[in-house]
């Protein structure tokens, strides 16, 4: 890959052609047409909403006298990019799809900060959930972060019997 390109992995492809076009003053339908794609398809590339394929990335490289292989390159640095924040994400958020929207009924699930309201939310499925849901809050925030969680709540729950037991010793004066 040509070093001046270096700069700009992880980047579309498309902005780079975009700019080399501008850099050289040239129009995007005849250029697409003088390399033989369609002025929609080299549109959609600079657009970011299309990949870039393999053989328009070698006609786009020979039109530009660019070095073989250097949009590709952006195309798969871009990709590993995009797969990369596709994990990150999935790291940050639970699969909310294992969790029924009824054990959420008072609050829009995508609307949830996970981390933020980290204790509630872990509350709220060890006290409603099934297994699976359990399993999943686990897998998301660790052991170590839900034990004290579910320790607190045992806690609380001990106290709430001690307080009834002695209420119900009161009644029976």
């Known amino acids: 890959m040509e070093k001046k390109f270096e700069k700009y992995k992880g980047i579309h492809p498309g902005a780079v052609l975009k700019r080399e076009l501008d850099k050289r003053n040239l129009a995007q339908r005849p250029f697409a047409q003088s390399v033989g794609e369609y002025p929609q398809t080299l549109n959609a590339i600079i657009q970011g909403r299309r990949n870039l394929t393999t053989s328009t990335a070698l006609k786009i490289e020979n039109a530009l006298h660019l070095e073989e292989g250097t949009l590709m390159i952006l195309q798969v640095y871009f990709d590993i990019e995009k797969e990369k924040k596709k994990q990150t994400v999935l790291h940050y958020y639970p699969n909310v799809k294992v969790l029924r929207k009824s054990l959420f009924w008072d609050t829009d699930i995508n609307k ?58 009161l009644g029976d004066s």
């Open 112 to 169: 949830i900060e996970w981390t933020k309201q980290s204790n509630a939310v872990i509350k709220r499925v060890f006290e409603r959930g099934n297994i699976s849901e359990k399993k999943e809050m686990v897998r998301f925030y660790g052991a170590s972060k839900i034990r004290p969680v579910l320790d607190k709540m045992m806690g609380e729950k001990e106290v709430r019997n001690t307080k009834m037991k002695k209420d119900d010793s």
